[in-house]
């Protein structure tokens, strides 16, 4: 094997994929990935014909034109299949889940993932399947984690924890036959895995594992798939032979009888209830009285036990194998970035489409009504999230790019550079932007909701649901706050390495350079802010050499604060915990704020982007920049990079110019990031902006909605005595 070298934010072949990447779109292919707008005159036209640039255009370059492809053709096949409907009233919780069970059963049989895509290689059938994902989840996020928890995140873990002999089971879940779900959260724990309870016991007189929850805090608790649906488990317990406890091992554990749905004995299991959103999803709690599974049911590639109970591992601790089980999930958090950026999207195709048409107050003397996208607040309160969107599109196309490149490699085999640090950095990586993403999806669709006033409140907005399914990804795969300790601890690791000025052992631990902000970081630390006029802070030099001072401020704060705890003797746990709140939980953000920044300047670098689509890039660059060093004024001014009020002055000032340069563009940014109509579903945010005309129809097409209610004679007033 030739040694790989990802250094290149865009692979090894990166200058040869730009090129591809770069402009060559005939007029056919954008029509596929770009159809037409509604040409006839309507609200959104004046907004549309102020555009500086070719939506279509922006469109194929702000994700890869081959994702978009499989996209759109997902949603066509969806729009096309009435049993991918959406119900016109809210269902039964228990109907629900039916619907959406159904559904999965129809995703699969009609080949929606051909059988061919698992013959490709790991990055090429990972990334359609991320693709298929994420494209799904905006349709039905239910369907999507139904599909992800039982069939292809499952069915990924299962290749990278199993050996040959669970193939059958990866056969299973294609073919139907088989449903999983992935059981490690339990009553009394979550975030810290390590301390599951459920045992197995391995029994070396039958060969069987044997699967006990010592009590209901032990109790599986939170799978989806589990509470009606699923065949088996792939469960998470602590392994125990004669001499000892291994650690925590992946089994995979029949749950019910796949053609009656029957629990088998010793296996108590049921659906916890209804929650706040996803309730198309199942999600189950599952207790084991001594239940016995055969040895083989043991996800043995990190480590096995014979069949006379001795116990073999390729690691040294218990620590490391969990470890390596957990990295496996990475793939899940990748996908919930690539779904929430998705979300993302919609949010502010309908906020900003409704916002251009929604008319609300006028000047003195003025009969005309401004649209509300006119008043500078409105602007605030949405581009900067336009422009979140438009990043982190391009941030998770070319780090799923980077991610599966470096996963296909060491499955290969291939003698990679740096192997070790890249697998570490990717995993700061998608422990900063998992949070990072997901929670700014979270607060936009919030602000959308608000920025549409009371019909944002309406459940044919969308928003409300959207923002309900979507709440959940900030806990799930990783609590967003406990997941964000472990890129914090990443980078300030490394803080020793840039006191020394040691940039060699730097670059060779960040091979995929997102700590270059720690190169001579001592010289940066002594920059001040010098700026004077608001062109000072307008620009993306200005933003990310801001980003680096402030990054390197935060990893030093955040060491010497560990050093200062740790002279004290406090121990490392406590101090750890100490730090959380105000140096460790801003230090990640902002780290995977600098990576959006420098993934989305290497972007805007690609060669022959038009000059009106380059200045729109630059100026989107800029105000999620400056969004984000607003944000951290504090650390500024604490940290002495400013003094006196011009920083902020300028940053605030600069803010309201690049939201106003943008207006004229928003709605034609928006398209280039709008899901098609059917799968945004909004009646605020459709793409001919008739809004009242969707609204008339959404209001007159309730069931019964202006007859008098069949329980109109309990609240109706007493007929009066005639006496
Ligand atoms: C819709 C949904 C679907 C799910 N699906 C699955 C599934 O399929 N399979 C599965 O196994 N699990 C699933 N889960 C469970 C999910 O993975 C856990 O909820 C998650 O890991 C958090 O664990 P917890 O709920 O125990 O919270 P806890 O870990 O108890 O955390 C509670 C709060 O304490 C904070 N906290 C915890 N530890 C620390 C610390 N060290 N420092 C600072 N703060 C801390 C957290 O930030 C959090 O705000 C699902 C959850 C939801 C909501």
Not at 448 to 476: F, I, N, P, Q, W
Request: net charge neutral; with cysteine; charged share 20%.
């Amino acid at each position: 094997m030739g040694v790989v070298d990802v250094r290149q934010p865009l692979g090894d072949d990166g200058e040869q994929r730009r090129e591809r990447r770069a402009w060559h779109h005939d007029a056919q292919a954008l029509h596929e990935l770009a159809p037409d707008l509604p040409v006839l005159p309507g609200p959104l036209t004046e907004y549309r014909q102020m555009a500086s640039f070719d939506w279509k255009q922006l469109r194929v370059l702000l994700e890869d034109p081959e994702t978009l492809r499989v996209k759109m053709n997902l949603w066509r096949k969806l729009e096309a299949d009435p049993m991918f409907a959406h119900p016109k009233a809210t269902p039964s919780v228990e109907e629900q889940k039916r619907h959406v069970a159904v559904q999965l059963k129809r995703f699969v049989e009609i080949n929606l993932i051909p059988r061919e895509v698992h013959s490709w290689g790991y990055k090429n059938k990972t990334k359609f399947m991320m693709a298929v994902n994420a494209a799904t989840a905006s349709w039905n996020k239910n369907l999507s984690v139904k599909f992800g928890l039982g069939v292809s995140l499952f069915t990924n873990a299962l290749l990278s924890l199993g050996t040959e002999r669970h193939l059958p089971f990866y056969e299973a879940v294609w073919d139907n036959k088989f449903l999983f779900c992935l059981g490690m959260t339990e009553v009394g724990h979550g975030s810290n895995t390590k301390s599951v309870r459920t045992t197995a016991t391995y029994d070396p007189k039958t060969q069987e594992f044997i699967i006990h929850t010592p009590d209901f805090e032990a109790a599986k608790c939170w799978a989806g798939n589990l509470g009606k649906t699923c065949t088996h488990a792939m469960l998470f317990a602590q392994l125990y032979t004669a001499d000892s406890c291994h650690g925590l091992h992946a089994f995979l554990v029949p749950i019910r009888d796949p053609e009656t749905l029957t629990p088998y004995p010793g296996v108590k299991v049921g659906d916890i209830g209804e929650k706040a959103g996803l309730n198309g999803i199942d999600n189950g709690f599952a207790m084991f009285d001594h239940f016995r599974i055969p040895r083989e049911n043991l996800l043995n590639r990190t480590g096995d036990v014979t069949p006379d109970g001795e116990y073999e591992s390729c690691f040294q601790n218990p620590e490391q194998i969990l470890g390596a089980a957990l990295e496996n999930l990475l793939a899940g958090r990748v996908a919930i970035s690539q779904e929430s950026t998705h979300d993302l999207c919609a949010a502010v195709t309908i906020a900003v489409r409704y916002a251009a048409v929604r008319k609300q107050g006028s000047p003195r003397n003025s009969k005309e009504e401004l649209s509300i996208l006119e008043y500078p607040l409105h602007q605030w309160r949405l581009f900067p999230y336009v422009a979140a969107a438009c990043s982190f599109k391009v941030f998770m196309d070319l780090f799923t790019d980077q991610y599966l490149e470096i996963v296909e490699q060491s499955y290969k085999g291939a003698e990679m550079k740096d192997i070790t640090s890249m697998a570490a950095e990717v995993h700061a990586i998608v422990s900063a932007m998992k949070p990072l993403i997901t929670w700014t999806c979270a607060s936009a669709l919030q602000e959308s909701r608000e920025a549409c006033g009371g019909h944002g409140y309406l459940k044919s907005s969308m928003l409300g649901t959207m923002r309900a399914d979507h709440d959940a990804t900030v806990t799930y795969e990783g609590d967003n706050n406990v997941l964000s300790q472990q890129a914090s601890n990443w980078v300030v690791r490394h803080w020793s390495l840039a006191k020394q000025g040691n940039s060699a052992a730097l670059l060779d631990a960040s091979p995929l350079g997102t700590l270059n902000f720690l190169l001579n970081a001592e010289d940066k630390l002594k920059k001040r802010f010098t700026g004077t006029s608001k062109t000072d802070v307008m620009n993306a030099h200005f933003v990310m050499a801001s980003y680096e001072w402030l990054l390197c401020w935060l990893t030093k704060a955040l060491d010497n604060q560990l050093q200062k705890l740790k002279s004290a003797g406090v121990d490392r746990f406590t101090a750890r915990a100490e730090v959380q709140a105000f140096y460790a939980k801003p230090l990640a953000l902002a780290y995977g704020e600098n990576n959006v920044l420098c993934y989305f300047w290497e972007k805007i670098q690609t060669p022959g982007i038009p000059s009106e689509i380059k200045c729109v890039l630059e100026r989107l660059l800029v105000l999620y920049g400056l969004w984000g060093i607003q944000r951290h004024f504090v650390i500024f001014y604490r940290g002495g990079y400013a003094t006196g009020s011009q920083l902020a002055d300028l940053v605030q000032e600069a803010c309201q110019t690049v939201c106003n340069q943008l207006k004229p563009d928003i709605v034609a940014i928006v398209d280039a990031i709008a899901h098609p109509d059917a799968v945004v579903k909004s009646i605020l945010g459709r793409s001919d902006g008739r809004i009242y005309d969707h609204l008339y129809d959404a209001f007159m097409s309730q069931q019964g909605h202006m007859e008098r209610p069949a329980w109109w004679r309990e609240v109706a007033a007493k007929p009066q005595s005639k006496l």
